[in-house]
């Protein structure tokens, strides 16, 4: 009978939405099962076949777990704040919330298309105040928490003020931007302004000066993975190095215990490997170096703020070595020493600096520059003066933004050495020279010093560190290259951050007022004084009084305030949705504690590696503060995460002759000074190569006028397999394919490409194959145009094709190899169909089986067998081991090594009885001629190997 996918998808789309078949129960006596995808951002282009690989391989293990009596929570939802949408409103004036409404419903119509069991009834969507209102209280509870030490764990920020006004200062052991000292006296007498202040120095969300991400065009501050070679990713504008006053998040506080919850936890390797680099562990000791001011009088006779400075090294036994010192451009102690002749070029430095992002300037490992800041450092244990410099290899934001220069035993520092034609002390024995070849800590020893002289590299650091404490010059310490979160953008399509600004210190909203809306603005840019876009709102101030928004004009400072006009980044919703699809719709909390007991953590979560660290640390701090406050119970949100691999494109090129716009054929453009342009392959002839010449010139109007250099009379194009993109032109619709070989096709195909983790190439021919097979499936169960299944009793051969197909996709599940699986169905089928077994009690297992891969088919199956219920909630069949035992083995019969003949015989037969029965064999007599075997071997139920 004619397989009509288009008409059988289309109806089971339709009755599974109409009868709600993939809501989720909220019933607590099943067992559960929550499977998550990365949250989606609905771009205006729409999905591209390399989205769905991810979401299909959820999906079928969603499936899978509902056949196995699991409560399964598989919820789907938008990430729908984003720059993207702010852009598009800024070119257009059309309100981001349009723009993202029409992405989320062409997202929607594009997924239900492809047939995912998702429970759409708890759709969640960041953008919606419903949701934000969440995540501004979320915002709330981390600006009045702060991270006690003593108990490892953030705690109200009540009991900090309780310890305050008894103890002062003393004996507080917290996370905080720096150390303050205080009686409880002082404390008690100090004005409300004064103590709002110190409590920012401790709150985990908080608000200070930052060095940050600058995109003047944009008007915004860029996260590090919205920069790339020093421009923004999203219009390449220019960026650069700005501080300002941002709100920061305290992951910092988190470091040791989001490095040690990762032994926790069943992620990729790689993953883990990434974001324990970003936390950067790494153990040594605090040490100040004295500051030499050569002209006191330069500094106006006055006493210099600052009279060491205090770096953090992973190897403290070098100091010897140390012969210079490095700040970074953006160390507040560089204006303080610079000398006036030294000022310009230092300056000039800095301007530079500002244009280079953190990544890049970490990246950069071989280019090294620095200027002179005129001044001199003491080393503590040589008393040798060190010159002192500023270079951008020195990072702010770790350490303390100095480092102690030792040349001949780190790379840079050697190269800035050379450069500067500074001293290269060396400090240790290696085979060969150091600066030749990297220093072994392990092995060396060090010989600089009588007391350190032949120890090993622990001894000496310990000895050294000892020392250090004694001279009261430092201490032993352990450091965290991680940095807080910057936790504002100067943007308007985001989360407004729910603070008001009384005597200039930030102040929650109260709960009851939230969520605070996002305001209507006139335009999307900032304002003409540089305030962000929020600043062009005139109903956004806080009458304190009366407890609402109020229009701007009103604010007077004394009941009436200004809002903070910031936003929040884009991870803010991201950081924490999976909690709110336990209970998407409670308006009284984020959700109801018995529901976050019992859903817990996401049991498989899939999604891009592009998220390591940003989204996936951000989501592990916020989840272990909340379980701290007492709201969830769990440390760690995902504990299975499994990073798919791309879906690649095949590209298309042409290339054009420099200053021309003459396109030559690919096989002649080697004769030609060519620049090699993307061009869309739709525009290529079928499934060729060659390029559609007419197509082409209409395509973009500067091709208009297009001249074509052909070979043979025709251009081909060059390809190249590459990221599918939209910005490569070679991106394949989904909707196309599911047109014409349907979804469940799709299905397949994505999954039959190889391994989830790997990526694979995309080659629209291939679909045949599997559409081929369905069609195989579907004819299983007809005779002709008849749908004809009997209900006689299965052979022994039958059942074997079954229960060996049963045990092989249950492994291939639960190891996640889906492709193999698509594999042993086509197997299958082929083998129930060489036997023409068309028996109920093999067809509707197998229906039941193949389910989870392709949904639509095997519905309109199980309805056809005479099922009135969906096929979803099927208990996947149990595998039988007693229909794979063999009767019979063929036994290969090998004589000299050579394979002569084979044998059948009784699968519950001896070793001895096998042997027994192949010397008895008339071919094995032949053989032998009268000689008795030297040498008979029986592998048993495999082979046997004859000497003779």
Known sequence: ?????????????????????????????????????????????????????????????????????????????????????????????????????????????????????????????????????????????????????????????????????????????????????????????????????????????????????????????????????????????????????????????????????????????????????????SQGAQVKFEIEYQKPEDKNGESAPESHIEVFTTRPDTIFGATFMVLAPENPLVETITTEAQKAEVDHYIEETSKKTERDRMADVKNVSGAFTGTYAINPFSNERMPIYISDYVLMGYGTGAVMAVPAHDERDHRFAKKFNLEIKKVVETEEDVQEKSFDSKTSTCVNSDFLNGLSYEEAKTLIIDAVEKKAIGHGTTNYRQRDAIFSRQRYWGEPVPIYYKDGMPYTLPNAALPLELPEVEKYLPTEDGDPPLGNAKTFAWDEENQKVVATDLIDDKTIFPLELSTMPGWAGSSWYFLRYMNPHNDKVFAKKELVDYWGQVDLYIGGSEHATGHLLYSRFWNMFMKDRGYINQEEPFQKLINQGMILGMSAFVYRIDGTNTYVSKNLAHEYQTQKIHVDVSLLKGTSDELDTEAFKSWRPDYAAAEFILEDGKYITDREVEKMSKSKYNVVNPDDICNEYGADGLRLYEMFLGPLEQSKPWNTQGLSGVYGFLKKFWNLYFNGDVFEVSDKEPTKAEYKVLHTLIKKVVFDIENFSFNTSVSSFMIAVNELQKIRCNKRNILEPLAVIISPYAPHICEELWSQLGHTTSIEFEAFPALNEDYLVEDEIEYPVSVNGKMKFKISLSAQLSAKEVEDSVIADEKMQQILEGKTPKKIIVVHHRIVNIVI
């Open 1 to 281: 009978m004619f397989y009509d996918h288009q008409q059988i998808e289309k109806k089971w789309q339709k009755y599974w939405e109409e009868n709600q078949t993939y809501k989720t129960s909220d019933n607590t006596d099943k067992p559960k099962f929550y499977v998550l995808d990365m949250f989606p951002y609905p771009s205006g282009a729409g999905l591209h076949v390399g989205h769905p690989l991810g979401y299909i391989a959820s999906d079928i293990y969603a499936r899978y777990k509902r056949h196995q009596g699991f409560n399964v929570l598989h919820p789907v939802g938008y990430d729908s704040f984003g720059l993207p949408a702010e852009q598009y409103a800024i070119q257009t004036g059309q309100h981001p919330a349009i723009t993202t409404e029409q992405n989320i419903t062409r997202y929607e119509e594009q997924l239900r298309k492809i047939g995912f069991s998702f429970d759409w009834s708890r759709e969640v969507r960041t953008s919606d105040a419903s949701y934000y209102k969440w995540t501004q209280w979320i915002f709330i509870q981390l600006f009045h928490s702060w991270y006690n030490k003593n108990t490892d764990k953030a705690e109200p920020i009540e009991t900090l003020i309780q310890h305050f006004a008894e103890k002062g200062s003393e004996g507080v052991n917290a996370n905080q931007n720096e150390e303050l000292n205080f009686t409880a006296e002082e404390w008690n007498n100090a004005s409300e302004i004064d103590k709002e202040d110190i409590l920012l120095n401790y709150r985990l969300s908080y608000r200070a000066e930052t060095t940050v991400n600058w995109c003047p065009a944009l008007g915004t501050v860029l996260a590090n993975d919205e920069v790339k070679d020093g421009k923004s990713e999203r219009g390449g504008y220019p960026v650069f190095q700005k501080k300002m006053m941002q709100w920061s998040m305290r992951i910092s506080a988190y470091s040791e215990r989001l490095l040690q919850g990762l032994k926790t936890l069943d992620w990729p390797q790689p993953l883990k490997d990434a974001q324990e680099y970003w936390i950067g562990k």
